[in-house]
């Protein structure tokens, strides 16, 4: 029996180290900004569109949001240096409120502590719209079917990553 008493008082602190060891959540102190980077997804990889392409002159104009369980909050756009391959979000913390480039309170309230924090990049790809148009008579009838181009877009989304005040 007291074998197994050893056991537990020597396992104890070695959990309690491993546990301490695993916390990974960047930690925000009062009055200092955090330059968050993100990596944008690839495109044109299997399930995008043919002829995607990044907006913004190629960049995609990545914009920092932070998740929420409803609606995502904007933070305001994110910085690129590489053509857009990569960009940066900074996140600041005041009196322990978190905001970004915008800044918008993130944090809080309903919100808890911490804050999950994303960018999304914009791309567009075209869609061949075809419209029929019919006109006369219906015995004479006359139709003919006009087919043009036009872009839609839609938005790659980074991972997370959680920032919370000290």
Not at 130 to 144: A, K, Q, W
Request: aromatic share 8%; net charge negative; glycine share 14%.
């Amino acid at each position: 029996m007291n074998k197994y008493w050893i056991l537990l008082a020597l396992a104890l602190p070695l959990t309690a180290a491993i546990a301490e060891n695993t916390n990974t959540d960047p930690c925000l102190e009062d009055g200092k900004t955090v330059d968050l980077e993100f990596e944008r997804p690839e495109l044109g990889g299997p399930g995008d569109p043919a002829g995607a392409e990044w907006t913004g002159g190629g960049t995609g104009n990545p914009q920092g949001a932070e998740d929420d369980a409803v609606f995502d909050d904007p933070m305001g756009p994110a910085e690129t240096a590489d053509s857009g391959g990569s960009a940066t979000l900074p996140v600041s913390n005041s009196g322990g409120d978190l905001s970004g480039p915008n800044g918008v309170v993130q944090n809080g309230a309903g919100e808890g502590d911490c804050i999950e924090v994303y960018v999304t990049w914009t791309y567009r790809y075209p869609v061949q719209v075809s419209r029929s148009v019919s006109f006369g008579l219906e015995i004479f009838g006359v139709s003919f079917t006009a087919t043009s181009e036009v872009w839609r877009y839609a938005v790659k989304t980074s991972k997370k990553q959680e920032v919370c005040p000290c």
